[in-house]
């Protein structure tokens, strides 16, 4: 399958869909949408693991774990902690004691505590082979080094409710799947498929390779009311404080700005994400 738009459109459209391995998403996401109740009253002793034995079982029994902060001074059963995050693609992020001492707020840590995911993160292609399942043009969403949490919640709550068919982060200099984006998200963190990558550059090559087209959000872009999103749509959200980093401006098919008829330049992250996810969904619908 292959989605066209213009001259030299003619990219192709994802692999053989994966049956069983979207199955399997799709039950893990029902799972955590049953629990989201339970989320939202009490995130409080879900969100983090403390302490090295808690840490090393609960990586070896597979739980969803987000990330791992550990004391970059520490050592013994430390550096087993780190080999297995690394051998389950966790991030890892070395801090101070003093960081540690205040995440735990007083409990002991031993120099280790875990930070769990309210979801599973997919691949690229998992997104991609849901909108082939559905048999329409993919709509990605991309948000380039969102870092507030409330944001990303939101921006995956608007996503859900404008048909994307999955978000893309960054490992590093973005916020997460913790429990704060879970109840943002009113619960939609459980139904959206998001992966996390380790170069968003990469991801938005792979992305046109498979015919989608890149949308990004820039002050110095045209009108988005005089653009049409009909196709394959791949649509970067810049980070709040500094917009899209340049090189992917640079691998943009379109830039696009929202007109603004007071004095404020420029508006949230998550608002501006929104007005542009239903013109998407606008020009799908229409």
Not at 56 to 62: D, V
Not at 167 to 174: G, N
Request: proline letters at 2%; charged letters at 25%.
């Amino acid at each position: 399958m292959s989605f066209d738009k213009g001259n030299g459109g003619n990219k192709n459209f994802g692999k053989k869909y994966q049956n069983n391995k979207q199955s399997s998403l799709k039950s893990r996401r029902a799972d955590l949408k049953k629990d989201s109740d339970s989320y939202d009253q009490d995130t409080s002793d879900k969100s983090i693991i403390l302490g090295r034995n808690p840490v090393i079982e609960s990586l070896k029994a597979g739980k969803l774990i987000d990330s791992i902060y550990v004391n970059s001074e520490a050592g013994g059963s430390i550096s087993v902690i780190c080999r297995l995050a690394k051998e389950q693609g966790i991030v890892i992020k070395q801090v101070s004691e003093q960081k540690l001492n205040k995440m735990a707020d007083g409990a002991s840590h031993q120099g280790v505590i875990a930070m769990t995911a309210c979801a599973e993160y997919v691949d690229i292609q998992d997104i991609l082979d849901i909108a082939k399942e559905k048999n329409e043009p993919p709509f990605i969403i991309i948000c380039d080094e969102i870092e507030d949490p409330h944001n990303l919640g939101a921006i995956i709550r608007t996503a859900e409710a404008s048909g994307a068919h999955g978000v893309i982060i960054p490992k590093r200099r973005s916020a997460s799947l913790n429990h704060t984006v879970f109840k943002t998200s009113a619960g939609a963190a459980a139904w959206v498929p998001v992966a996390r990558v380790s170069n968003l550059s990469q991801a938005v090559d792979t992305l046109k390779e498979n015919g989608v087209w890149i949308y990004g959000t820039d002050t110095s872009g045209e009108d988005y009311r005089s653009v049409s999103f009909d196709g394959a749509v791949g649509l970067i959200i810049g980070s709040e404080g500094f917009g899209m980093s340049r090189l992917l401006k640079e691998k943009c098919d379109f830039l696009l700005r929202l007109p603004l008829a007071g004095k404020i330049t420029s508006l949230n992250a998550s608002v501006a994400g929104g007005i542009f996810m239903y013109e998407v969904l606008k020009s799908r619908t229409v």
